[in-house]
């Protein structure tokens, strides 16, 4: 007979011949029933009930009195029971379960009137005995008790120490906590959320749709991936789980406020001096947010669980100019919705749909307004995303287990920038400090949409637990332009420098004078490019209990990105834990793999864009042909008829030959690739875990990685080396030209020679032509220690310190990566990643006072931040390729020599619950201070050292603005009804 419930199952696993791995939103219980002479008891009845859902699951022991019940979700707690014939039951309550992992509990049975030994190993708060991953695991008390900024759930993983924030990495407008680990980029965090990816493949900025802090059962953030059914990223994985409903009806409603009058002011800058929108001066959030869950008609088999939260946060910039003096109010609203619905067939099959929105804009992105930038400058920055996940449980036999994902997710748009006026741009440098800008018509709306499916089977085999799986998301994407917006169509006037007051050079009688113009400049082609990409992996892995102390762990996973080329995708996973005394109070655990990096859609952007075909920027002078005849005359309705086509810079993919060679011979570029490859890490651990009292736990661990195949934006057409020993030592862009292979070959067909003094006509169309080059690599040592008291006795701590060392010769997924000379991408550029923060300790906690008063709060101390150190000219005569940096004792000194000053942060809480009616109604009132102490922690310093024989003014100090520091003191107020 067709029975629906198994169809779902059955359907996903056609496309993929696999056998056998739980999904890291659910759990396993395991173990063994003996009696009271310790021998195994075959036939026993063990009964799991979940406490919350009231999910009801059954085992049989076999005869080796073992017995396995895989698939749980880890919502809510367990009650375990075995009962057999001739012995009294025995119960044990409150098992809490870990996403991805197995809990073993032995049973042992008496007669009746004798005490029965009840012992759990492997449960969420105790030591991990089945494979050797590190990272930690927070659940919703302990989410919910953290200090968190706007209730962001991104800053969670930033409690362990090996996880380091990224704001002076670019993107700080998604409004998220970005964070690099292990060495990696910030792009290589994988997202996983109830079994489906979280992860947006056209930016792998943050998660693809945010969640509710209400709507999040528990977080998992591993900083060592281990297990082969993770990939697509060198960095950590971060496993969340969303909440379930239950057999009763739970509410709450909350409100949270951030007033600006008691926030201190970031440091650098006063309304008068601001330079840019980054200039924040004050910042006030409202939110409010609500969640109500429980069961569906009166069987209860099947719940609900909905969330939704808002956010209203205004940041005033100061705008300094005459014409809008004031503050400038940038607007950011935020719409979060959740909907869960778990149903369970019978005893054998479960499922579960997840539906999820992520809706905000914000009216200054990066601080574009401020200043002396006057508001007509503005963009509105828009991101709307949508998931949607159908997941199913089957029980197939005892011992065999399937679980299946379906996802839909929606990016409309993933990136959308809208010019408030959208018109001709003017920008007038004055003399007395400053640049005057007006006006913008830089603007982008790029989509994505993904469909996933994965299925994964689990079988235990005796002392084997096999794995097998099969994921495939397929991505279509793309739009016009790119982040910020690119070309500027409607035109651009830079004036001369005004030497007057501001007020006259920021006046209509100056800025209507085209004599006021120094040139014009346009943009013209094609903006629109589309990505299809499918990445697609298959894995195995075999957990082998070798003994009841020793297991080894061994994983194989391939995985293929169409955007790519490499075929070649393979990453062995081994490992192995050891129960130093079988008792799970001490594990030394150890673990080698590859893992291999997904390379971004959005790559294609430079590729369209900037390619021979893409956009280019035309700019003319007075008397030139396309320069304007008035003000009124921009933009100009197509290209100047007569103008010669501007020289360009291009930035083509790799092995593309073929296509490209219509254009310009590839064959005379040097190291031009013939693929465009995925990096991949190697990663070895060495570790121990020692439970040293029923709720203490320490780990220490040493990670190292090594890095390979980074990709970096390089000149395959580069000029001549340009060794410099002095100095102030320069050469011209036309000189640097002449030496370029390509235009070596130019002129040599053409019978001409280069004149390296003066740019003439003819000449070749191109000068710096970039690709993206697989020569970067990077090391990583680090010492990970953690001690964690889990919740008892009034408290929970957890104290979490990583020491590390990253070198690299390129930095991945960071802005402005040129190297000092197109030439010497090797050992001349390794030194330290610009993420390369020594020293790292984070504190977090809570403890319950006397009169039911919590207190607690993150405290971070860590070293300071390298940063670049540049002449801020081009001396190679490189324009645009080239990153130079100062010769100081007669050598180009180092990448990422400077070094920033230490960051501290403390951001307490107090907090406290009043039973409103006989306990079943309860009102949350909570006040928390971040930066309490108000100290100034920079991360963006001004490495210009300048291009003479001393470092200039204002070299290696910090910079302002909230793109290159953290937040100053502010305190936050909330309150939360609950029933």
């Not at 011992?399 to 003017?426: C, H, K, M, W, Y």
């Not at 085209?514 to 299809?532: E, F, K, L, M, R």
């Not at 963006?940 to 070299?955: E, I, L, M, P, R």
């Amino acid at each position: 007979m067709f029975k629906p419930r198994h169809f779902f199952s059955a359907l996903l696993l056609l496309p993929f011949v696999t056998a056998f791995a739980q999904t890291p939103d659910t759990a396993t219980i395991t173990g063994t029933v003996t009696d009271p002479m310790h021998a195994v008891v075959a036939g026993a009845q063990i009964h799991v009930i979940n406490t919350l859902t009231g999910l009801d699951r059954t085992a049989t022991s076999n005869q080796e009195g073992k017995f396995t019940i895989p698939g749980l979700p880890v919502a809510g707690a367990y009650g375990v029971s075995a009962a057999s014939t001739g012995f009294v039951a025995t119960h044990l309550e409150h098992v809490t379960l870990a996403g991805g992992s197995t809990a073993t509990v032995s049973l042992e049975l008496n007669v009746a009137g004798a005490a029965t030994e009840v012992t759990v190993m492997g449960a969420a708060d105790g030591l991990r005995t089945d494979q050797p991953q590190l990272g930690e695991r927070l659940d919703s008390p302990q989410i919910e008790e953290t200090p968190l900024a706007n209730h962001r759930i991104t800053f969670l993983p930033l409690l362990n120490a090996a996880n380091r924030p990224a704001i002076n990495q670019g993107d700080i407008f998604m409004n998220q906590n970005l964070f690099t680990t292990n060495g990696a980029g910030r792009r290589q965090t994988w997202f996983e959320v109830d079994g489906s990816t979280g992860n947006d493949s056209w930016g792998r900025q943050t998660i693809f749709t945010n969640l509710p802090i209400a709507a999040v059962q528990e977080m998992t953030v591993l900083t060592n991936g281990f297990s082969a059914e993770y990939g697509a990223g060198t960095g950590s994985v971060v496993n969340i789980v969303t909440k379930s409903g239950g057999k009763n009806l739970h509410g709450e409603l909350g409100g949270l406020w951030r007033p600006s009058g008691p926030e201190a002011a970031l440091s650098g800058f006063t309304t008068s001096n601001a330079a840019s929108g980054n200039d924040i001066t004050n910042d006030t959030l409202w939110q409010g947010s609500g969640a109500l869950s429980g069961p569906i008609g009166h069987s209860g088999v099947t719940q609900f669980f909905v969330a939704g939260e808002h956010s209203d946060q205004d940041r005033a910039s100061p705008v300094t100019s005459p014409l809008a003096p004031g503050n400038y109010i940038g607007h950011y609203r935020d719409w979060l919705g959740f909907l869960r619905l778990d149903h369970q067939f019978n005893s054998r099959n479960n499922a579960f749909f997840r539906g999820n929105v992520d809706s905000f804009y914000d009216t200054n992105p990066n601080g574009t307004v401020g200043g002396s930038t006057l508001p007509s400058v503005a963009r509105v920055f828009r991101r709307r995303t949508y998931s949607a996940e159908l997941g199913e449980t089957s029980v197939l036999r005892p011992n065999l287990l399937n679980s299946a994902r379906l996802q839909f997710q929606l990016a409309s748009p993933v990136t959308e920038f809208d010019p408030v006026i959208n018109g001709t741009q003017f920008v007038v440098p004055i003399s007395s400090g400053g640049t005057f800008t007006s006006g913008t018509s830089q603007s982008a709306l790029l989509m994505n949409r993904q469909y996933q499916i994965n299925n994964t089977l689990s079988a235990n085999l005796g002392r084997h637990q096999i794995n097998v799986g099969g994921n495939a998301i397929i991505a279509h994407n793309g739009g016009n332009s790119k982040e910020f917006g690119g070309p500027i169509y409607l035109g651009k006037f830079t004036y001369n420098t005004c030497t007057q007051s501001a007020a006259i050079c920021e006046s209509p009688a100056f800025l209507n004078n085209i004599a006021n113009v120094a040139n014009y400049q346009q943009s013209y082609g094609n903006a629109a490019y589309t990505v299809d990409d499918t990445l697609w992996s298959l894995f195995v892995q075999d957990d082998f209990h070798m003994s009841r102390t020793l297991t080894l762990n061994m994983g194989l996973r391939y995985e293929q990105q169409t955007f790519t080329d490499g075929k070649l995708n393979f990453a062995p996973r081994a490992g192995f834990v050891y129960d130093v005394t079988g008792r799970s109070e001490i594990v030394v655990r150890g673990s080698f793999g590859i893992y291999h990096s997904q390379v971004v859609d959005d790559s294609q952007a430079n590729y369209s864009l900037t390619g021979p075909t893409g956009v280019f920027n035309y700019t003319a002078t007075p008397g030139q042909v396309g320069f304007p005849t008035s003000i009124a005359a921009a933009p100009l309705p197509s290209f100047p008829t007569g103008a010669q086509v501007p020289l360009r810079s291009l930035y083509i993919r790799p092995g593309r030959s073929a296509y490209y060679d219509q254009f310009f011979p590839t064959s005379t570029l040097v190291g031009y690739p013939d693929k465009l490859l995925n990096p991949y890490s190697e990663q070895w651990t060495l570790g121990l875990e020692h439970q040293f009292s029923p709720a203490w736990v320490l780990s220490v661990d040493y990670v190292g990685t090594h890095t390979l195949r980074i990709n970096r934006p390089l000149d395959v057409d580069g000029p001549a080396p340009f060794v410099r020993t002095v100095q102030g030592q320069t050469r011209s862009a036309q000189a640097a030209n002449c030496t370029r292979p390509y235009w070596v070959y130019w002129y040599g067909q053409s019978g001409k020679p280069c004149n390296a003094a003066v740019a003439s006509n003819p000449q070749p169309a191109y000068s710096v032509i970039q690709s993206d080059v697989n020569d970067g690599y990077l090391h990583y040592n680090a010492l990970d220690l953690n001690v964690r008291h889990n919740f008892s006795h009034g408290f929970s701590v957890l104290a979490s310190y990583t020491w590390s060392h990253t070198q690299d010769n390129v930095d991945p997924d960071t802005t402005s990566q040129n190297p000092n000379d197109t030439n010497f991408t090797g050992r001349q550029e390794y030194g330290n990643a610009i993420y390369d923060q020594r020293h790292r300790l984070v504190l977090s906690g809570i403890y319950v006072a006397p009169f039911a008063i919590h207190i607690g709060g993150v405290a971070t101390m860590a070293g300071g931040l390298p940063y670049n150190i540049v002449t801020g000219t081009t001396n190679s005569g490189n324009t645009g390729a080239t990153t130079d940096r100062p010769v100081i004792n007669g050598a180009v000194v180092g990448r990422n020599t400077g070094r920033g000053n230490a960051i501290y942060d403390v951001s307490p809480f107090i907090s406290r619950a009043f039973p409103i009616i006989r306990e079943r109604v309860n009102l949350d009132l909570r006040a928390e201070a971040f930066n309490v102490l108000n100290h100034a922690n920079f991360v963006g310093y001004s490495g210009t050292y300048g291009n003479g024989s001393s470092a200039g003014v204002g070299f290696g100090t910090p910079l302002a603005g909230i793109t290159n520091q953290l937040p100053a003191r502010s305190l936050q107020f909330s309150g939360k009804l609950s029933f």
